[in-house]
């Protein structure tokens, strides 16, 4: 049963040009949410996070946005850059739930920046 | 910032081998170590998760007695497969809490690919 899902399993863009990833969960009990990007032969390292209470976060170039009743998330890149091309994992967790701090993955999303 | 190794990274063995993964916290102290397992094209599904000094709690459909986990001191989980078969051939990835951090804080270590023939 997955609980976190990435429906684009890869996506092209411009450099310069925004990327968008998409990102939707299932569980309501979901209240803080990551994303976290993945190299080749690495591990994921984070990225940007959002906690239930906010509906958007901004660092840099990154922003999340966060629409509870759509439970759906998106992270904008902007501009889109050739070393952003990695796969970007979704990721929920629910620290009241019985499982506790548990991460769920979305399945990730490929993104290539063309230069 | 905090960096997990594994160890392997890589690492081929014959069906019915056992194969023993290392994970380590290098700076920080890590009081739970997760084990995630990744098949291509899919996302990590967390396997167990391992508290130092006691017994690791395991996922569902995950057979405790197939993949034994070791979490002997603050910086040192170990993942071991036992009687390895073609099926288990997958990404494994750790994540380690800092001690210090908050329950969110999770760092990933680098992976070990697993391959049995």
């Known amino acids: 049963d997955q609980q976190v899902k990435q429906n684009s399993p890869s996506l092209s863009v411009q450099e310069g040009r925004i990327s968008i990833l998409n990102c939707d969960y299932t569980n309501s009990m979901f209240d803080y949410f990551l994303w976290y990007k993945k190299y080749p032969a690495e591990g994921p390292t984070f990225l940007i996070s959002i906690s239930s209470i906010k509906d958007k976060n901004e660092d840099g170039r990154f922003t999340v946005f966060l629409n509870k009743s759509a439970k759906h998330l998106s992270l904008h890149i902007v501009p889109s850059q050739p070393g952003d091309s990695a796969v970007y994992f979704c990721a929920a967790s629910a620290r009241l739930a019985s499982s506790g701090n548990q991460f769920y993955f979305g399945t990730g999303t490929s993104l290539t920046v063309i230069p | 910032g905090a960096v997990v190794s594994q160890h392997p990274s890589w690492v081929i063995c014959k069906s019915g081998t056992s194969v023993k993964i290392e994970c380590r916290s290098l700076?920080?102290?890590?009081?739970?170590m997760f084990w995630y397992r990744q098949f291509p094209k899919q996302s990590l599904m967390l396997m167990a998760t391992s508290n130092e000094g006691s017994k690791a709690t395991y996922e569902q459909g995950v057979e405790k007695d197939k993949f034994l986990i070791n979490h002997a001191s603050l910086t040192l989980s170990t993942l071991t497969v036992t009687s390895a078969h073609p099926e288990d051939s997958s990404f494994y990835i750790c994540?380690?809490?800092?001690?210090?951090?908050?329950?969110?804080?999770?760092?990933f270590g680098p992976g070990t690919r697993l391959t049995v023939t």
């Open positions: 700076d920080f102290q890590a009081t739970t």
């Open positions: 994540s380690a809490r800092d001690r210090q951090g908050t329950f969110r804080e999770q760092y």
